[in-house]
């Protein structure tokens, strides 16, 4: 059972800190970034979930 928690952990890790790239990479001002970054690492899983509807996008290559 600890195994399949430590996994949990772990992927909920690698997609907050999936999240917190997108964001600082993001055309947002630097206000809201703090905002999206302090959100993502107060509430891991629903900070998660809330930027991933509705947080800024990492700005275009194009």
Do not use: C, N, Q, Y
């Amino acid at each position: 059972m600890m195994e399949i928690t430590g996994l949990g952990g772990l992927i909920v890790l690698v997609l907050d800190i999936w999240a917190i790239v997108a964001v600082l990479g993001s055309s947002v001002s630097t206000g809201r970034k703090v905002l999206w970054v302090l959100l993502v690492v107060l509430l891991p899983i629903v900070g998660f979930i809330i930027w991933l509807l509705a947080g800024p996008r990492a700005a275009s290559a194009g």
